[in-house]
């Protein structure tokens, strides 16, 4: 076989991966529902040390358009030292619909530990129909509540997801955006063709049968990505699993404020990555297609295949994210693309290295994974 077919072919690989997406994330967006739900709805936020955060949280998911008789917020203060409790006890004497739960050390046990177990105890005392999650970090859209019970009109409709941004103006921080938009672009992507490989468990929601029915965060076991756990458990269960991409349920999320806190969160996905088994090696077969044809050019002294392969992955990229970008209403993450694309390929060679690393570091805990 020649050194053109080759390269051809390796190409084609990576071209494919971008086509699927691309396919998967229009094909999701046509899936929107505007249905007018009201049901029994909880949102659970799982806090530790949140002090600084977790009244920008509250505040913007009691400020929401959905009725104040059928909403229940509870916050799980998962063995905080710091302020948290007394910041959300000070919010709940002046809003009935808060509620405050204490998660002590004598809770934590067999699978439920770190954020899980926290999501757990919330829902276990919880009275919706529909179990939205968010982050104390994060600060919900206005119709976000609305939007995302409207997509259970689909009964078969067991959990759904939708697309986080961060929030900031430095360079780091928009470079941060853009990784997050990619990543939840295919994520998207994969729920559009019926392959579920990932989501982020601050925009979520999940009817509460489907969750009990699974026997919780106990019967699915511990992960480190408790929110991917989650999505392939439901959809391994023949429940319908959905990816809004919809400017209506959008959420924010703070960045991480230095590399070495960015390099955590990073590695902490990738060993959570894992539990997509064959779906992450054909995942990352595509990305070693591409890394061939641009190894294989350079050592052949092939620079316009070389530099092909180069624009195929920056431009590809980054049409995904122009696609979610465009839905979302997000122009602002057209000016930081083209750099952020190239800071995520040069940064994916690290990949390996933090997949190697079995500990996990989250919220001061060490979980092995």
């Given amino acids: 076989m020649s050194l053109q077919v080759i390269l051809y072919l ?46 920008r949280c509250i505040t913007s998911i009691l400020a929401t358009s959905y009725p104040r008789e059928s909403l229940e917020v509870i916050v799980v203060d998962d063995r905080s030292t710091d302020q948290t409790a007394e910041r959300v006890q000070a919010l709940a004497a002046t809003d009935s619909r808060l509620t405050l739960l204490k998660r002590t050390e004598h809770d934590v046990t067999g699978s439920l530990k770190g954020k899980a177990g926290a999501l757990q105890y919330g829902v276990d005392r919880c009275s919706g129909d529909i179990v939205l999650f968010t982050d104390a970090d994060c600060a919900v859209s206005k119709d976000w509540i609305h939007g995302m019970t409207a997509q259970f009109a689909d009964e078969r409709l067991g959990l759904i997801t939708g697309l986080t941004s961060v929030v900031g103006d430095s360079f780091f921080q928009r470079i941060q955006d853009v990784e997050w938009t990619y990543t939840q672009a295919m994520a998207c992507g994969g729920v559009g063709n019926g ?39 439901v959809d391994n269960a023949g429940y319908h699993v959905r990816y809004a991409i919809n400017p209506s349920v959008h959420v924010e999320t703070l960045p991480c404020n230095s590399f070495g806190e960015y390099a955590v969160q990073r590695h902490r ?36 295949p070389f530099w092909s392969f180069v624009a195929m992955r920056v431009v590809g990229d980054s049409i995904l994210v122009a696609i979610a970008a ?29 997949f190697m690393r079995k500990s996990v570091r989250w919220k001061g805990q060490v979980f092995r994974s």
Avoid: H
Wanted: hydrophobic share 55%.
């Fill in 195 to 233: 392959i579920p490989l990932g989501c982020f468990g601050n925009n979520m929601a999940i009817r509460k049968r489907v969750f009990d029915e699974l026997g919780g965060y106990g019967a699915i076991g511990f992960s480190v990505t408790e929110d991917l756990a989650l999505q392939l458990a």
């Fill in 326 to 354: 465009n839905y979302l209403g997000r122009t602002r993450l057209f000016t930081a693309m083209i750099p952020a694309i190239i800071f995520l390929v040069l940064t994916e060679l690290s990949l390996p290295m933090l």
């Fill in 10 to 55: 390796l190409a084609a690989v990576y071209a494919s991966r971008i086509v699927f997406f691309s396919i998967g994330i229009v094909r999701e967006r046509r899936r929107w529902k505007s249905n007018a739900l009201y049901p029994m709805v909880s949102v659970v936020v799982p806090a530790r040390n949140e002090a600084q955060n977790i009244v």
């Fill in 269 to 304: 996905w990738v060993r959570g990555g894992r539990a997509l088994g064959k779906r992450a090696v054909a995942f990352v077969a595509s990305s070693l297609a591409l890394w061939a044809g641009i190894v294989i050019s350079a050592v052949e002294s092939a620079w316009i």
